[in-house]
């Protein structure tokens, strides 16, 4: 066997230069900085590699992986090549179907199959070595932040969702800090790990059953085209008909300025046979209330307003002011808004005193961790996620686990694997 030794100025270009002398084959012995950088110098990193003289171990079909490209897509696809690889080791030392791969002890001999398992240790510990050298190198986009290369998986995931910077960058510091050391070392713990703090992290409101003589009255804000009025007609139903304990529902609106939208909520209010009343003017809104007071639950539909239009937000909030019954108001978001926006659209809206929020549009949207950093950032609860178009059907009570599983495996994953989205 011979070594073999390529420097350069980062990790990634000295094994480049290792990959092109000796081919893929070579096996990583060794890498480290031999030279820090200064002002007046780069940095300088060493690559051992080995190649065997005489016989060329088997060879596994070419990782484009690891080829230099991309830093964070680089780790991701290392992390996921790496546990394939621990599957097919874990297979051929346990003959059983594991991913389609039948091994069987009649048809290959013990000792090939210890010769097999050892070269695929080899390439695993490789692309562990190559996955912490890429880790390394990309320390600086992440400031520095000092966490192992066994998080460069969930560290990718939280990234892509849309989570904010500081967000993941302080989440990433409590798992470091309250994880056990010897959970660490495996991507499938830290991930699990993972779930459980963004789970604690998300305050939900819990639905519960509407109790006689117990009136519930829900405003719905938010701006134009979120969904609003197609969510209060899910909610009408859910009460009213789906829930174990039916209650009487009546519905206000005070969205007059788009005739559109008060035809459709009384054509469900219609269709549901629900009371409905329509508001103009904030002095009426207590004669619409009490017209409703036989009602267990009242929901109110309002104006989409944008997040700068202080009038309409002025006057809105004047029919809060006039009302005589505690009022919930639900702050209706798009899942699909920027984090910037979102945290926007609440700044200018919270002088209404938001109670909780509520999400629609799950299904047009794969970017799911904007949501947690505007709960996070606000403190507050959501109690509802709206999942498509059909009404009454898609919505459901919010739930921190629903959430979490968005965020890191997907909406449309989550649908196929629940074959129903709202359980």
């Given amino acids: 066997m011979k070594f073999h030794t390529f420097s350069g100025g980062t990790p990634a270009e000295a094994l480049k230069r290792a990959q092109q002398e000796c081919g893929e084959n070579a096996l990583v012995i060794s890498t480290k900085q031999i ?25 596994v079909e070419k990782v484009e992986s690891l080829k230099p490209r991309g830093g964070e897509d680089v780790l991701f696809s290392l992390s996921e090549a790496a546990k394939q690889i621990s599957q097919i080791a874990q297979a051929t030392s346990e003959p ?5 791969i039948k091994v069987s002890e009649k048809s290959v001999p013990s000792e090939e199959l210890g010769d097999i398992k050892n070269e695929i240790n080899k390439l695993a510990d490789k692309i562990k070595l ?10 600086p986009i992440r400031n520095h932040l000092a966490i192992p290369s066994e998080f460069s998986e969930i560290y990718k995931l939280a990234k892509i969702s849309g989570m904010g910077e500081d967000h993941l960058e302080n ?9 056990p050391g010897r959970m660490k070392n495996s991507s499938e ?6 779930q459980v703090l963004l789970r604690k992290l998300i305050p939900v409101r819990v639905e519960a059953e509407v109790q006689k003589g117990n009136k519930r009255v829900m405003m ?20 009213s008909y789906i829930q174990e304990k039916r209650s009487k ?8 300025y788009r005739i559109g939208a008060v035809e459709q909520l009384f054509a469900y209010a219609k269709m549901m046979r629900l009371p409905i009343e329509d508001v103009v003017d904030p002095n009426d809104f207590n004669n619409a209330l009490s ?103 898609d919505i459901v009570p919010a739930s921190s686990d629903f959430l979490v599983e968005c965020i890191l495996e997907g909406f449309e994953k989550k649908r196929g694997n629940d074959g129903n989205t709202g359980k």
């Fill in 171 to 179: 989440i990433m510091n409590l798992t470091l800090e309250h994880m």
């Fill in 96 to 100: 059983s179907l594991s991913q389609g």
């Fill in 291 to 393: 017209s409703l007071s036989h009602c267990d639950v009242i929901l109110i539909d309002t104006v989409g307003s944008s997040q700068y239009d202080k009038e309409k937000l002025v006057k809105l909030n004047k029919f809060l002011q006039n009302s005589q019954l505690q009022i919930d108001v639900n702050l209706v978001l798009s899942a699909g808004c920027k984090l910037e926006d979102l945290k926007e659209i609440y700044k200018n809206f919270s002088f209404l005193d938001i109670d909780t929020l509520i999400f629609t549009k799950f299904d047009e949207t794969k970017a799911f961790g904007t949501i947690f950093s505007l709960i996070y950032d606000t403190d507050k609860p959501v109690s509802y996620f709206s999942i498509g178009q059909e009404v009454p059907d």
């Fill in 189 to 194: 713990t830290i991930k699990r790990y993972f």
């Fill in 249 to 256: 529902v009546g519905i206000i609106t005070l969205d007059t």
């Fill in 130 to 139: 190559i996955q912490e050298m890429f880790w390394e190198e990309k320390a």
């Fill in 220 to 239: 719905f804000v938010g701006p134009t085209g979120v969904g609003k009025t197609t969510t209060i007609a899910k909610l009408a139903a859910r009460y």
């Fill in 35 to 59: 030279r820090k950088k200064t002002i007046s110098s780069s940095a300088l990193y060493e690559v051992v590699v080995a190649i065997e003289e005489e016989s060329t171990p088997p060879r």
